[in-house]
Every structure is written in structure tokens, then in C-alpha cells.
């Protein structure tokens, strides 16, 4: 089945930088990538997806890119803020299957 | 609902007992989605219906897990003989089931085996 590596595992960064986490899968047939935000003691909340057919997507201050060739994709938040600070989960699915496979996750903190 | 709802959001059960925990997806969706997570670490998969069926069940540690979805509305995860170890944030989500799709969570249930 499909494997999900995510990195860091932690991630401090000042107010205003940007942040990058990277997630690797192991599934090739794998085409829908969405990224989670989990505040602490909230669900999940979908906060940017991309499909296979495209390389890059945006959506104000987060990005995610895809390499399809080598099996990664990452989230790009720039301009941080404190309410950035989260757990972030990358996720993997294919069609036909449809269920989710969840990277470990990424704690994020921004500091003021 | 508005969105999707899991009962209880707590139950602490001493460990041997049984538990149900129980999911209403958002009206409409066909796919509903049990994850488990544990403090600090990502959901992990544990079963996947599509309407009543169980499309994909492989993420259920053992026998001692079973989920049913019987009218293709409302879950229940039951948990037969729990452990400790079996304590966690079960995660329950639903989407349109159309292919690759928004899966929205649930606030969960956090189970405590004592």
C-alpha cells in the first residue's frame, strides 16, 4: 500500500519567514495530494490540494509543488504568522482507491 | 448536519470492555473514512466505505476491530476486548466519493482504556 514520508517532524521559524515541509510517497499510481492544517484539539481542516496533472499550485501565502517523477511534494507558507503555527499533515490518495494515507506530520511553530 | 459529527467525543471504558463509536457524515457523501491518531503523530488509515461497503478495510490493526455503515449514512467503529494500547483519537471523516475529493474530519472521539 501506498507510504507517506514527511519532513521535519518540527519546524520553528520567525514571524514573517517562510516555511517548507516536504513529503515523499511510495505509491506511482498516487494522483491527489491535500495538505491538512490540525490546530490543537481540532479536527483536520483541508487547507490546499493539488491533483497530478499539475506541478504547482497557489493560494495566497501557500503554495504546494509536485514532482511526480520523484515522488515528492511540498507546502510552501511564506510570509508567516502566529496562527500559522500548527500541525500540518500531507496526505496521498489514487483514484479508484480513493482512502488517504497521512504523513506523520509537522508540527509548525511561528514565533512572534 | 452541517458538517460531520462523532459520538462520543469522549469515553473513557475499562480495558476487556466494548465500545462503539459512531459517525454521521455529511448529508450526501458516500465515502466515509475511520482514521486513529495517536499524540504526535499523523492519522492512520483504518477503514475506507464507499456507500455500505467496506471498500478497503486493510488498515484495521485485528480482529478485534469491525466497522459497519449499514445504510450508507451513519458508521459505527466497534472495538471488541479493548486494550490499552487501543487508546487514541479515532478520526472519522466523509467526502463525495467522487475521485479525489475533500475529506472532511470530524472533531473525534478520544478514547481512554484504563
Known amino acids: 500500500g501506498e507510504n507517506v514520508e514527511q519532513h521535519p517532524s518540527t519546524l520553528s521559524v520567525q514571524e514573517g519567514d517562510s516555511a517548507v515541509i516536504k513529503c515523499t510517497y511510495s505509491?506511482?499510481?498516487?494522483?491527489?495530494f491535500p495538505w491538512y492544517k490540525q490546530e490543537l484539539g481540532k479536527r483536520p481542516q483541508l487547507i490546499i490540494d493539488?491533483?497530478?496533472?499539475?506541478g504547482e499550485k497557489k493560494d495566497q501565502r501557500i503554495a504546494v509543488t509536485l514532482n511526480k517523477t520523484a515522488k515528492h511534494f511540498s507546502l510552501h507558507i511564506t510570509e508567516t504568522q502566529p496562527e500559522d503555527s500548527a500541525v500540518y499533515f500531507c496526505a496521498a490518495s489514487r483514484s479508484g482507491n480513493n482512502d488517504m494515507r497521512f504523513g506523520a506530520g509537522t508540527r509548525l511553530t511561528v514565533k512572534p | 448536519g452541517a458538517g460531520v459529527s462523532q459520538t462520543p467525543s469522549n469515553k473513557v471504558t475499562e480495558k476487556g470492555k466494548y465500545v462503539e463509536l459512531r459517525c454521521d457524515p455529511i448529508s450526501g457523501h458516500t465515502a466515509l473514512y475511520w482514521y486513529r491518531q495517536s499524540l504526535g503523530q499523523g492519522p492512520e488509515f483504518l477503514i475506507y466505505?464507499?456507500?455500505?461497503?467496506?471498500?478497503?478495510d486493510s488498515g484495521l490493526p485485528n480482529d478485534r476491530f469491525f466497522a459497519v455503515r449499514p445504510e450508507g449514512s451513519v458508521s459505527t467503529l466497534k472495538i471488541q476486548r479493548t486494550e490499552r494500547g487501543d487508546s487514541a483519537v479515532y478520526l472519522c471523516?466523509?467526502?463525495?466519493?467522487?475521485?479525489?475529493?475533500?475529506?472532511?474530519f470530524g472533531q473525534g472521539t478520544r478514547l481512554t482504556v484504563v
Open positions: 466505505f464507499q456507500g455500505t461497503g467496506a471498500a478497503d
Open positions: 493539488i491533483r497530478s496533472n499539475v
Open positions: 471523516a466523509s467526502s463525495l466519493g467522487q475521485l479525489n475529493t475533500e475529506a472532511f
Open positions: 505509491d506511482s499510481a498516487s494522483n491527489y
